[in-house]
């Protein structure tokens, strides 16, 4: 898959999650931290389906600043509720990624 074509795929929504997740696997780490600038634009969100993939992408390609802004999303007070399985997917990627770093 050439680069271009990884970053589109990254990054669409639309799209199933692994296959977004193999995509962004492929980036180079300078693709990686658009991307996920760009993942974080979907966070909170609406709390639904895309915030998920978003932050289970994050899981996989995220740096240390991907690790504090999940913790930021986790510990900011908000007018809703997190779901639980976005914090449960929130709270595994945060240790994902300190383990990676």
Do not use: H, W
């Amino acid at each position: 898959m050439q680069t271009v074509d990884a970053y589109i795929t990254a990054r669409d929504s639309k799209l199933n999650v692994d296959t977004r997740i193999e995509a962004a696997l492929t980036l180079s780490s300078e693709r990686k931290k658009l991307l996920q600038q760009e993942l974080f634009r979907q966070i909170p969100g609406d709390l639904d389906i895309t915030t998920l993939d978003a932050v289970e992408i994050l899981a996989r390609i995220g740096n240390s600043d991907a690790a504090k802004g999940l913790e930021e999303f986790l510990n900011n007070p908000s007018p809703y509720e997190v779901p639980g399985q976005i914090r449960a997917a929130a709270t595994a990627a945060v240790a994902e990624i300190r383990e990676r770093a």
